[in-house]
């Protein structure tokens, strides 16, 4: 008699490439899928545990493409906001900002702060956080990009000008010690004051050791406002100069004097992939946030205050009624306070709709857990594509949002043996009831958890089953593997 350690029964198996809903049985030992066979087909193998999916959708773990979990993993390793949504593996490091590797001069830069104060950066090498991560043991997994602007803030002097030669070498060594240890790749942030005066060549020279890693480049582009094309063009110019694929993080249509552009947007996308491998992700939600950006406060949109270290006072309200409580014009309550974070009301319905109902766009949450009154997103980004996106609205069949958060995540960043239940796989899977899955955090209640997310096991451990941790967790580092050959379904 075979045995297993898990055997789960009766599943609609959504096995994470796009295939149609199979019924499946499926075995797991030690931490891998060892068997999948039609109903019945395990009924001589026994099991220390035998889960009943009758009725429920088993599907890969979800894969978070965009985290800002860098710190988050290491301090509060239970990882509440992303298991209890069906996430196994998180990849943190992205707009440029990372844990490591980090040495600060003082305070962390914006929007390095986002990552907690200076004390959470602890991490001079990537090898240590790499160490960090492992010694944690947090209940996701953890892939990460090298951040240019940590980089910057380690080797320069100020973060408002250019990097010279010597101080890109500089960064150029970190980077490469990353690769080595690991790291997907590098990611950017040029919107930010703390980068926006890197020149493209800064960029492109900094990319050029990822070829050889088979590494690839995000980005937080230098606008999503009215020059969004421009820079478009600018990231896809990166990735062609160092010959790597290009992930467009968080793409989106910002501002209302670009809402309904998402066409123009996704051609220039389509027109490009014809030549060079590039992709997108996106959250699903018409509001942004980040750290409070004083550029942004025209009046032209709501702003809602979710921070502020002057005045915490005023988490929750929007920048206009603070205004008018201190009784002066929106840039200067913006100004007084600084530093604090915002959710943006910024982007068209439409336009997120279209832009998430692309192939080559993958989905990542954006969450900043470090925020007292966080974006949804942080807890419910993965639930509500699969619940309302492509239940209730039916933008998108279900198969094909499970694939957008699995097996098209896990090729893209080259986390190799995961995002599909594939014998040999990792059992990385949830189990989740389609009729009932669900988002329940909302911009006024935002730390709760997912509806219809019933069982998550990582590397093969039950972690969260019916709304409660198990307490056990089995998350570990996760190193890039071999790049993804090119596929018809978009993963490069």
């Not at 492992?134 to 990460?144: H, I, K, T």
């Not at 101080?167 to 004051?193: F, K, P, T």
């Not at 990319?207 to 937080?220: N, Q, V």
């Amino acid at each position: 008699m075979e045995k297993a350690d898990t055997l789960i029964i009766g599943a609609r198996l959504i096995d994470g490439t796009g295939a149609p809903a199979v019924e499946r049985d499926v075995a797991v030992r030690d931490g891998r899928i060892v068997a999948i066979e039609a109903p019945g087909g395990l009924s001589g193998w026994s099991a220390d545990e035998v889960f009943d999916a009758q009725g429920k959708v088993l599907a890969p773990g979800f894969i978070d493409v965009h985290t800002h979990d860098d710190t988050h993993v290491i301090r509060s390793p239970q990882m509440m906001p992303k298991i209890t949504q069906g996430v196994t593996t998180v990849i943190v490091g992205n707009c440029g900002i990372s844990a490591s590797p980090v040495t600060l001069k003082g305070d962390p830069p914006d929007p390095m702060n986002l990552l907690g104060d200076a004390a959470a950066f602890r991490y001079p090498t990537f090898a240590a956080y790499v160490d960090a991560v492992n010694a944690a043991r947090p209940s996701v997994n953890v892939g990460a990009l090298i951040g240019h602007t940590a980089l910057r803030n380690n080797q320069m002097d100020r973060l408002d000008r250019a990097a010279s030669a010597d101080e890109v070498a500089a960064m150029r060594a970190q980077l490469e010690e990353a690769l080595d240890n690991g790291a997907l790749g590098l990611s950017s942030g040029l919107a930010y004051g703390s980068a926006f005066n890197a020149p493209p060549e800064e960029v492109q020279a900094l990319a050029e050791p990822l070829a050889k890693a088979g590494a690839l480049y995000t980005t937080h582009m230098r606008t999503e406002f009215d020059a969004i094309l421009d820079a478009m063009d600018e990231a896809y110019r990166v990735g062609r100069h160092a010959r790597v694929p290009v992930v467009i993080s968080h793409l989106k249509c910002a501002g209302p004097s670009n809402w309904g552009r998402s066409t123009e947007v996704l051609k220039s996308l389509e027109t490009t992939r014809d030549g060079q491998p590039v992709g997108c992700d996106c959250y699903p939600y018409n509001r942004s946030s980040s750290t409070l950006d004083l550029k942004q406060v025209t009046g032209d949109i709501d702003i809602t205050i979710t921070w502020s270290t002057p005045h915490p006072e005023m988490a929750g309200k929007l920048i206009r009624e603070v205004a008018d409580e201190w009784k002066v014009s929106q840039q200067e309550a913006a100004q007084r306070l600084q530093p604090a974070g915002a959710v943006y009301h910024n982007m068209s319905e439409d336009d997120v709709r279209r832009i998430l109902s692309h192939p080559a766009t993958m989905v990542g949450s954006d969450g900043l857990p470090n925020d007292p009154l966080p974006h949804p997103r942080l807890w419910g980004a993965f639930p509500r594509v699969l619940g309302h996106y492509a239940r209730d609205t039916a933008l998108i069949p279900l198969e094909e949002a499970v694939r957008k958060m699995t097996s098209l995540s896990a090729r893209r960043f080259s986390i190799t043996e995961r995002g599909e239940v594939k014998v040999g796989f990792h059992a990385d899977l949830v189990v989740f009831d389609p009729e009932r899955v669900r988002d329940a955090a909302t911009f006024a209640k935002p730390e709760q958890a997912a509806d219809g997310i019933d069982a998550v096991w990582v590397n093969g451990v039950l972690t969260y089953r019916e709304q409660a941790v198990t307490g056990a967790r089995a998350g570990r580092f996760v190193a890039r593997g071999a790049a993804s050959k090119l596929d018809a379904q978009g993963a490069f």
